[in-house]
């Protein structure tokens, strides 16, 4: 979490970034318009939403059973499961399988959950070199920043900031080679990364699911750094959220027919992997260790409360893509590894804080993210949620409280009421007041102040 | 008297909701609504007390002071056959939000229940309830319709006051693009986020000028108090009306103004 600046600093700070601002303007029509042709074309994209509610729902409702079946699964197919509290819990295990294999490298596919439990800084301590494959990734660990969004970590940097940063830190390379195509930048990424991939000891990625019927671990990539990083390594680790667990085979398939569709307008990724324990006997290679490295963290104290539904996520993005505050600011304001609407759910929940308790009023409820969530998670009704929350416990300061409060009983009694309004209306019209009272200066900060109608005005 | 010969009955009750930012801003919104209403054979009674849903309590995490109002309301309002709000967010409060807030709390949950059935929005009780007749005077210029997000996503309103609208001889009706996305008004929010709120509404005021429009409007005034301001910072001279006052005829009333209109310090 950043806490060493607030949401509104980060906020005021990201509006007046005219990269972002450029960067932010490509992302929005291109993700929206691609996830509405592709759900346009699929008829059934609504009946497979209510499908996969039932999976996920039932799924959480008989979670002992299915992690339990899951874990002796990926057993039987010679891997091991070891089950994480925290994020320190997670690190110290993942750092201990890492010394055991004498790593000396670890390559990354994209994982969130290896952000929310700062996993490259820890191993880094500890003299391993962790190497980010996803390019997005492999971008934002160069330029030592976070991810703004979690399908397109670099969302936020522009093409040719990144020719400037591969220029920067490719030194070996002929510097007056051109970087001005996408394809350019992807082509000196791949062979940078192809030797990372042939050296490294570990390759640790995340699970888009996990699948009880088989102890499979599924990810999904466009770029198929998931699977070098997973089938090159000696060790694979997988690392994942509990909740991405699904029962069988057939379930995977409901959630990975809106995944992609949802993120990207895609029918499918370009590479859809599953893993299921370490080689077998005449395979001629893939990894001699296969962990699955369960996380908590948080996530089982939202069971069989209000906030249950955000376990369904399936961290597809369309959230983030389409709520109208993200695109203003994009995803470093949110301070944390989740931005958006399920960041803004997300973030207080696992990672409470004084600033997290913010994130929920930086929303009009406009209700977007919850028309285009696959999951139909209600994210407009949590985020009220965490605001009672958040008032109850006092966090909602003066004069707001006194505010409501005032309102509230004024509202009430008729005669009061009026009084209040034959007072505003002039006040409303006096450029001392405007210029004084906070919230019409706050408005005038971007906008003309209108003024009350005149009674009989024509 | 009502229309098409139905003296011997009388309309139907309605209590008309104002709603504090029409009684604060622009009182001839609920007067438009009122001559709707009676128009379509309805008796009208004006809600006195309270004045409000209870939404900006709600929407701060005061969810005590919420209940309270909404109490209260509920009260005030069940004498009457129907509640008509000249507003998206409002009607929204009471039909969705009103059974949530009030849903553990014994009879209250019944009574919210009742009210939120016959409660609603004045295009959407004007379409399904009571419908307009087909000739409602006439308009001439064009006019961009904006869809407040309370009526798209709580209320599902999307086709209903734009048919009302097109019912008006010479209007010329333009959509504005990108009309799912919100303006960035959301109440509190637009203050306590000034600087986001304006860059959401910089996109909403460039999108509605991309129509040519001469006029904007829409159900809910809280997005259009909005919009005038960012439109008259901006230079831009679109004037700003609501969908009751195009709907009942009202030409001759000034539309939004504000304190950077020309001709004002």
């Known amino acids: 979490m950043n806490t060493a600046s607030s949401f509104h600093d980060r906020a005021a700070a990201a509006l007046e970034n005219p990269v972002l601002q450029q960067a932010l303007g490509h992302a929005r029509a291109r993700f929206i318009d691609k996830r509405e042709a592709a759900v346009k074309k699929l008829p059934e994209f609504d009946a497979l939403r209510d499908r996969a509610i039932e999976i996920k729902d039932h799924v959480l409702a008989h979670l002992p059973f299915y992690l339990d079946h899951f874990a002796r699964q990926v057993e039987a197919s010679g891997g091991q499961v070891h089950w994480c509290d925290d994020a320190d819990a997670a690190r110290k295990k993942i750092l201990d399988i890492c010394q055991k294999a004498n790593a000396r490298t670890v390559a990354k596919g994209k994982t969130m959950v290896g952000e929310e439990i700062a996993l490259n800084d820890f191993l880094q301590t500890h003299g391993i070199r962790p190497v980010e494959t996803d390019l997005g990734e492999y971008l934002v660990q160069i330029r030592k920043e976070t991810p703004s969004h979690i399908v397109a970590p670099a969302l936020h940097i522009t093409k040719e900031q990144a020719a400037a940063d591969f220029r920067a ?94 993120a990207t307008g895609q029918e499918a990724s370009v590479y859809t992997s599953f893993s299921t324990g370490p080689r077998r006997g005449d395979d001629v290679d893939g990894p001699r260790e296969f962990h699955v490295v369960l996380l908590d963290n948080g996530r089982s104290r939202l069971l069989g409360g209000e906030f249950q539904e955000m376990l369904r996520c399936i961290r597809c993005g369309a959230c983030l893509n389409h709520c109208p505050v993200y695109q203003a ?130 | ?184 008004f959301g109440g509190a929010f637009t203050v306590k986020f000034p600087d986001i709120s304006g860059a959401m509404a910089q996109r909403k005021t460039g999108a509605i000028a991309d129509t040519g429009a001469e006029t904007l409007t829409s159900t809910d005034l809280g997005c259009l108090l909005h919009l005038a301001g960012k439109l008259r910072r901006d230079g831009q001279k679109v004037a700003v009306r609501h969908i009751a006052e195009i709907l009942a005829g009202m030409m001759d009333i000034a539309p939004i103004e504000t304190s950077e209109d020309e001709g004002r310090s």
């Not at chain 2, 409602?136 to 006051?161: F, N």
């Open chain 1, 169 to 262: 830190h490719h030194r070996d390379r002929d510097p007056s080679r051109k970087l001005d195509h996408i394809a350019d930048l992807l082509a000196e990424a791949r062979s940078v990364l192809r030797q990372e991939f042939l050296q490294a000891d570990v390759g640790i990625t995340g699970a888009n699911l996990l699948v009880a019927e088989t102890g499979s671990t599924a990810i999904v990539t466009n770029e198929g750094n998931g699977d070098l990083s997973q089938s090159l390594p000696q060790v694979h680790i997988v690392l994942a959220g509990f909740e991405k667990l699904v029962p069988t085979l057939e379930d995977a398939a409901v959630i990975l027919r809106l995944l992609a569709r949802s």
């Open chain 1, 329 to 458: 600011i994009g995803g470093h304001a949110y301070g944390w590894v989740y931005p958006g609407p399920m960041g803004a759910v997300l973030t207080p929940t696992l990672n409470p804080s004084s600033d997290a308790a913010t994130l929920p009023f930086a929303s009009t409820l406009c209700g977007r993210c919850e028309d285009v969530c696959p999951m139909r998670i209600p994210l407009p009704r949590m985020l009220r949620a965490l605001r009672h929350q958040a008032f109850a416990r006092g966090l909602v300061k003066q004069p707001e409280k006194l505010t409501l409060a005032t309102w509230s009983w004024v509202v009430k009694h008729r005669r009061l009421y009026r009084i209040m309004l034959a007072g505003m209306r002039p006040a409303l019209r006096w450029k001392l007041v405007a210029d004084l009272v906070p919230p019409l200066r706050s408005w005038r900060r971007q906008r003309a102040l209108p003024v009350p109608q005149v009674k009989g005005q024509r």
């Open chain 2, 1 to 184: 008297m009502g229309p098409g010969g139905e003296m011997d009955r009388p309309g139907p009750r309605i209590a008309l909701l104002r709603t504090c930012l029409v009684d604060l801003y622009r009182p001839s919104v609920a007067e438009a609504a009122g001559i709707l209403l009676q128009r379509v054979g309805c008796l009208v009674t004006p809600v006195a007390a309270p004045a409000c849903c209870g939404q900006p309590n709600y929407n701060s995490g005061d969810a005590n002071g919420a209940t309270k109002t909404a109490k209260q309301l509920i009260a005030a309002l069940e004498p009457y056959d129907y509640v008509v709000v000249p507003a998206g967010s409002c009607a929204g409060m009471i039909r969705v939000h009103y059974p949530n807030l009030l849903a553990d709390d014994g009879e209250w949950r019944h009574r919210a229940g009742d009210i939120a059935k016959k409660t609603f929005e004045l295009t959407q009780f004007l379409t399904e309830i009571k419908p307009l007749p087909r000739t409602t005077g006439s308009w001439s210029g064009s006019v961009a319709y904006h869809d407040s997000c309370s009526c798209l996503r709580e209320l599902g309103l999307k086709k209903a006051p734009r048919d009302l609208l097109c019912r008006i001889d010479g209007i010329d009706l333009r959509d504005i693009p990108d009309a799912e996305s919100c303006c960035g």
